[in-house]
């Protein structure tokens, strides 16, 4: 904040946006390189999205989820169980980002097990380098120090594990302590978008369902068609026992999250001794829930899935240009989304950022993960428009590292 409160620094204004394109308060545009901080699915100012809030704003904008219900929020409930085998995923608690969605998903985990008979299922297992959200319990699964501000020593307990390897070494006792297990599925996002190895989901699963540990699945960063299908499990074939889904979900025009999970766990909080105590102000906003039945339907109606494979081949042809460059280390990739990294270098000197603020003079706003420059634009990107990004980085680089 030295920096920003500086009287001479110029805060980036941005004013207007449309499909990949943004806009500051002089005019100048940018290409959106990574998606409003991940959010944003089938670009700016969509009509079908805008037309849909406002239908929605002409009826009310919000109720009281609290003892009621509305029209949309059992629409988008339904549509979004539907996207998982009959039978598997069949209920959704909503509340208001990424952060509540895994309070939700790790607050039902323990108190299932605690008020089913299995009390001494306790702790929540997590992977290093993990990152799940800022608010305490989902901060207090993260595996990024950095990331933990205050401190590392607070909120569940929690079992940490490098790998899928690490959990054959757990003592015969350490899995019956375990509610659940909690993962980004392929590719852990604020890591540095490092990629799990092939089969990785499959057999944690496999891991799961051997002794009987919940698998919660954050899949907030990975969902509605990153990875190249609708959720990134169901690349490995893989349903959870609870699913964390947020920013793409509204298309990424408002705030909303959903919590999904199974009959098995439903019928685990029924009775008055039971009640899920976790309610927000704007859980099931209808603004929200129209938003993102809108999002869904964009999915359908303009073939997203179905243009991405083309979209990803040219993507990867286009980070193949850059690893020729001296000072990119490795490129990551996992369907539309890239980290790039470069180094060595000290990251006091924060080369990352310097990178990705040269390269706003070249027509691209994003951001890195400390010297891992992420780029994961919006799916309606076309091809000249991944070109123009990855040329950018490359200008920027090649200014900012010789």
Known sequence: MREWCAPEHEPLLLAEGKGCVLRDQ?????????????????????????????????????????GFTHEPAIRLAKELVDFFPEGTLTRAFYSDDGSTAVECALRMALQFWRQNGCPERDTILAFDHAYHGDTLGAAST??????????????????????????????????????????????????????????????????????????????????????????????????????????GLTGGLLPM???????????????????????????????????????L?????????????????????????LRALPRVKEIRQCGMIAGIEIGPFDTALLT????????????????????????MPPLCVTSSELERMTRALKLALEEVCG
């Open 26 to 66: 002089h005019g100048r545009e940018y290409l959106d390189g990574n998606s409003s901080i991940w959010t944003n699915i089938h670009g700016h100012g969509h009509p079908v999205i805008h037309a849909a809030i406002k239908e929605q704003l002409d009826r009310v904008a919000h109720t009281s989820f609290l």
């Open 142 to 247: 993260g595996g990024i120090p950095l990331f933990k501000g205050s401190g590392n020593d607070f909120g569940y307990r929690t079992l940490r594990v490098p790998d899928l390897d690490r959990l054959d070494a757990l003592t015969r006792d350490e899995p019956r302590r375990l509610a659940a297990v909690i993962l980004e599925p392929l590719i852990q996002g604020s890591a540095g978008m490092r990629l799990w190895p092939r089969g990785m989901l499959a057999a944690l699963r496999q891991w799961c369902d051997r002794h009987d540990v919940l698998l919660i699945l954050d899949e907030v960063m990975t969902g509605f068609g990153r990875t190249g299908m609708m959720f990134a499990c169901e690349i490995e074939g893989v349903t959870p026992d609870l699913i964390c889904l947020a920013k």
């Open 257 to 295: 999250a959903a919590t999904l999970t199974t009959e098995r766990v439903f019928e685990g909080f029924l009775g008055r001794e039971k009640t899920f105590y976790y309610g927000h102000s704007y859980t099931a906003s209808q603004l929200g829930c129209a938003a993102a039945l809108a999002s």
């Open 297 to 321: 339907r964009v999915f359908r109606e303009e073939r997203v899935l179905e243009s991405l494979p083309g979209k990803t081949a040219c993507f990867t042809s286009l980070l193949d240009g």
């Open 352 to 375: 990352g950022a310097a990178v990705c603020l040269a390269a706003r003079k070249h027509g691209l706003l994003t951001r890195p993960i400390l010297d891992t420059l992420v780029l």
